[in-house]
């Protein structure tokens, strides 16, 4: 019986997080598309947050379904077998296939090792793609040397080992200590992997790269291993990011009379904040992450966004005093929304008989007479609505992603989209049945200005975006503008990724890797 081909592989493992390998992996993906090789991502274990809703219905970090983008096809389960989403410091949600496998707590995960189905899922998610495509591109976590986890290690040597893959190591010179941080690596990997190493990346360099001159020779006669390239740090790369790391730094963003002012509560497990790149990037919008009551001065709407540990996150809010500021804001007039766990939030109550967070039952903040039930099943599908809460708007078209652990009734309010291809019924008496709410997503106040949705990715679109800012222009003073302007700021997101990859292509050199494929 003959086997199909199996791919060739190359793997972009790091000094440590935050180095960028996500993004050198999808200009890879995007460079190799373009050539014409048939190439897929994959990242066998990913600590993320950030996930997205795969065609079937399964979930995976966001950074793999951005990468399948780079790649030209349709995001898939097999590129992230193993989807770890933090509840605690030390506890995480285990998504195994794009399915809820188990809550774990660090010990009980990392014991249960290479002998167990986790292992066994990393190894027939990877030989599936490695069996549909020419070349995989692996990306690590974290660093390459965590020699501490080595024996327990599903995503680094062991996944580069199955892959039989070379491996580029990345190294970032914007957190400094790059020699330190490269040499360091390879003297710490056993000899065995050290010759897999093909090439080194220095990534985010500013400045002048001939300066640095001296020390690309000084690493390449120190390590044996050639520098491939120095890659420039790329300013306004609308790129979605997977890690919300750098959110800190995009706080101060300064409101003004003429923009549409955006508060961001920023909460300990916010997840998929990718909700609100698109709306940043528009030219009327100042949108800051918020961590105080006093940074959220002179919002014109205030955004609770999605929350892996809700209940919990309702706490902090509390803690932290944006209670009395969401209650002022709503008062004066202010337009208030909720994502997901924030629209949990909104609502009178929040319940967990399961202990699917911690369990008991939370009181809402009480914007919306509406009641939510934490469930163990996880609803993670693709959507296409159309907006039914923006006067007029019942053609608007939205398309997002469903990610979420509960049901929530909305007792007799507004829905606030009704989801393409399930039935439309209207309310009877004022109440929806489950059949109907199924059907529609959301809930509005009477007022129309506060309102919550399950819908991940909504202001996406830049029909509905436009809309609703422009309803947010008009109430401040302000004449609309015109809808080509929503238009290009996604232009510009969907040529971000080969601007990204002429980045790459310019900067390195893949002949190493390239001969490797051959």
């Known amino acids: 019986m003959s086997h199909p081909p199996r791919a060739k592989a190359i793997a972009i493992l790091g000094t440590g997080?935050?180095?960028?390998?996500?993004?050198?992996?999808?200009?890879?993906?995007?460079?190799?598309?373009?050539?014409?090789?048939?190439?897929?991502?994959?990242?066998?274990?990913?600590?993320?947050?950030?996930?997205?809703?795969?065609?079937?219905?399964?979930?995976?970090?966001?950074?793999?379904?951005?990468?399948?983008?780079?790649?030209?096809?349709?995001?898939?389960?097999?590129?992230?077998?193993?989807?770890l989403k933090p509840e605690s410091n030390a506890r995480s949600q285990v998504v195994v296939q794009g399915k809820v496998f188990a809550t774990l707590d660090a010990r009980a995960y990392f014991t249960r090792g290479r002998d167990s189905e986790l292992w066994r899922a990393v190894q027939e998610s990877y030989e599936r793609l490695a069996a549909k495509h020419e070349v995989i591109v692996i990306e690590g976590a974290g660093s390459a040397a965590e020699v501490n986890l080595r024996d327990r290690d599903l995503v680094n040597w062991t996944t580069v080992e199955l892959a039989d893959a070379r491996v580029v190591l990345v190294g970032d010179i914007?957190?400094?200590?790059?020699?330190?941080?490269?040499?360091?690596?390879?003297?710490?990997?056993?000899?065995?992997?050290?010759?897999?190493?093909?090439?080194?990346?220095?990534?985010?360099?500013?400045?002048?790269?001939?300066?640095?001159?001296?020390g690309v020779r000084f690493l390449t006669e120190r390590t044996g291993i050639p520098v491939l390239g120095v890659l420039p740090y790329l300013r306004d790369l609308?790129?979605?990011?997977?890690?919300?790391?750098?959110?800190?730094?995009?706080?101060?963003?300064?409101f003004t009379a003429d923009c549409v002012n955006i508060a961001v509560l920023l909460v300990p497990?916010?997840?998929?904040?990718?909700?609100?790149?698109?709306?940043?990037?528009?030219?009327?919008v100042a949108l800051r992450y918020v961590a105080t009551s006093e940074e959220a001065d002179g919002a014109d709407v205030m955004i609770i966004p999605g929350s892996k540990t809700t209940l919990s996150d309702l706490g902090y809010l509390r803690e932290k005093g944006f209670e009395r500021l969401l209650h002022d804001h709503v008062q004066r007039g202010g337009e208030?929304?909720?994502?997901?766990?924030?629209?949990?939030?909104?609502?009178?109550?929040?319940?967990?008989?399961?202990?699917?967070?911690?369990?008991?039952?939370?009181?809402g903040l009480g914007f919306l007479p509406v009641a939510t039930v934490l469930a163990r099943d996880k609803i993670t599908e693709q959507v296409e609505a159309q907006?039914?809460?923006?006067?007029?708007?019942?053609?608007?078209?939205?398309?997002?992603?469903?990610?979420?652990?509960?049901?929530?009734?909305?007792?007799?309010?507004?829905?606030?989209?009704?989801?393409?291809?399930?039935?439309?019924?209207?309310?009877?008496h004022g109440r929806a049945t489950p059949r109907e709410q199924a059907?529609?997503?959301?809930?509005?106040?009477?007022?129309?200005?506060?309102?919550?949705?399950?819908?991940?990715?909504?202001?996406?679109?830049?029909?509905?975006?436009?809309?609703?800012?422009?309803?947010?222009?008009?109430?401040?003073?302000?004449?609309?503008?015109?809808?080509?302007?929503?238009?290009?700021?996604?232009?510009?997101?969907?040529?971000?990724?080969?601007?990204?990859?002429?980045?790459v292509d310019q900067h390195l050199d893949l002949a190493p890797i390239l001969a490797w494929l051959r």
């Not at 950030?50 to 995976?60: D, H, L, M, Q």
């Not at 330190?180 to 500013?206: H, M, S, W, Y």
């Not at 609308?238 to 300064?254: K, M």
């Open 336 to 363: 208030l929304v909720g994502i997901c766990g924030g629209y949990q939030m909104l609502g009178q109550s929040i319940a967990d008989p399961d202990g699917v967070e911690d369990g008991g039952q939370g009181t």
């Open 238 to 254: 609308a790129l979605d990011q997977e890690d919300s790391l750098d959110i800190g730094a995009r706080r101060q963003v300064a």
């Open 174 to 214: 914007d957190r400094g200590g790059v020699f330190a941080q490269i040499i360091g690596t390879l003297d710490l990997i056993t000899p065995e992997e050290r010759a897999r190493v093909c090439g080194i990346v220095i990534n985010k360099f500013r400045g002048d790269r001939t300066l640095f001159a001296d």
């Open 17 to 83: 997080s935050d180095v960028g390998k996500s993004l050198v992996t999808a200009g890879l993906c995007r460079l190799l598309h373009r050539a014409g090789i048939d190439v897929a991502p994959f990242k066998a274990q990913n600590m993320s947050l950030n996930s997205f809703a795969t065609p079937e219905g399964g979930e995976i970090g966001r950074a793999q379904a951005m990468q399948a983008e780079a790649c030209g096809i349709a995001p898939h389960v097999d590129m992230n077998p193993i989807l």
């Open 269 to 284: 497990h916010m997840s998929n904040f990718t909700d609100f790149n698109a709306l940043s990037q528009e030219t009327d």
């Open 439 to 503: 059907s529609q997503d959301g809930a509005v106040g009477h007022d129309g200005l506060v309102w919550g949705t399950y819908i991940h990715g909504l202001f996406d679109q830049p029909v509905f975006r436009r809309a609703w800012l422009n309803r947010l222009r008009s109430r401040k003073g302000l004449a609309a503008v015109p809808l080509e302007c929503s238009q290009r700021v996604n232009e510009t997101r969907l040529k971000a990724m080969d601007r990204w990859a002429d980045h």
């Open 387 to 428: 907006a039914l809460h923006l006067d007029g708007s019942i053609a608007l078209p939205v398309r997002g992603y469903l990610i979420h652990m509960g049901r929530t009734d909305r007792g007799g309010l507004r829905p606030c989209f009704q989801l393409l291809g399930k039935p439309c019924v209207l309310e009877d």
